[in-house]
């Protein structure tokens, strides 16, 4: 049974950036990983998507290394309302189904 | 265009009842997919509709069980209620049409307590 695992949590100063990562163990190249932020009594809300290399939108990025064993959320120039927890999620396509994972989730706090 | 909408918000109930909670997906969305969270163990995927066929299922006893209807709205149920059952339940619609890719819309959940 494959695991998906992030650091507990981290905490950093407005502005600096913040990279979370998430090691997923036996995910093919056609497996999609996807952030999410979620704030409390809130559902999670996607942050960016993407299944190899480097991803970019106008709040992140995502890095996929070659061996695909683990994702990066890179969040440029933090600020205080970032403070939330991140979960990654991998979707495994196995035989026609798909087994949906997230990670353990990781609480970021952001510092003034 | 409306979010997720997922009723009841709050639900309390005891052992040995049964619940079932609803879930109306962002219109024109016609994958639907169910999630547990607690703070023990975190986000866990419970099942996911579409097109009323269940096309994905984790591994949750069959206590556990969800419908979908022909317009794309879902229930879940939950029978003979555990404390364990005790949880945040969140639904989730998609559009994509062929698979699960991950990228999802969440509902604000339905917390249930069990006494």
């Known amino acids: 049974l494959a695991k998906t695992t992030q650091p507990i949590s981290m905490d950093s100063y407005e502005g600096q950036e913040v990279n979370i990562t998430c090691s997923h163990n036996?995910?093919?190249?056609?497996?999609?990983i996807t952030w999410y932020q979620q704030f409390p009594s809130q559902g999670p809300r996607f942050i960016i998507q993407?299944?190899?290399t480097k991803v970019t939108n106008e709040v992140a990025s995502l890095f996929i290394p070659a061996d695909r064993k683990s994702s990066t959320l890179s969040l440029p120039r933090v600020s205080l309302s970032d403070t939330a927890v991140y979960y990654c999620?991998?979707?495994?396509?196995?035989?026609?189904?798909?087994?949906?994972?997230f990670g353990t989730g990781t609480k970021l706090q952001v510092i003034p | 265009k409306a979010g997720v909408t997922q009723t009841p918000r709050y639900l309390i109930k005891t052992r040995g009842q049964q619940v079932t909670l609803s879930c109306s997906p962002i219109?024109?969305?016609?994958?639907v997919s169910w999630y547990q969270q607690t703070p023990g163990q975190g986000l866990q995927f419970l099942f996911e509709y579409f097109s009323e066929t269940q096309r994905n299922k984790g591994n949750f006893p069959g206590r556990f069980s969800g419908r979908q209807f022909s317009n794309s709205r879902s229930e879940m149920n939950v029978s003979t209620l555990e404390l364990g059952d005790s949880a945040l339940y969140l639904c989730?619609?998609?559009?994509?049409?062929?698979?699960?890719?991950?990228?999802?819309?969440f509902g604000e959940g339905s917390r249930l307590t069990v006494l």
């Open positions: 993407g299944y190899k």
């Open positions: 036996n995910i093919a190249t056609n497996d999609y």
């Open positions: 219109s024109g969305h016609r994958s």
């Open positions: 989730a619609s998609s559009l994509e049409l062929d698979k699960v890719t991950g990228e999802l819309f």
């Open positions: 999620l991998v979707v495994m396509n196995s035989g026609g189904y798909q087994k949906v994972t």
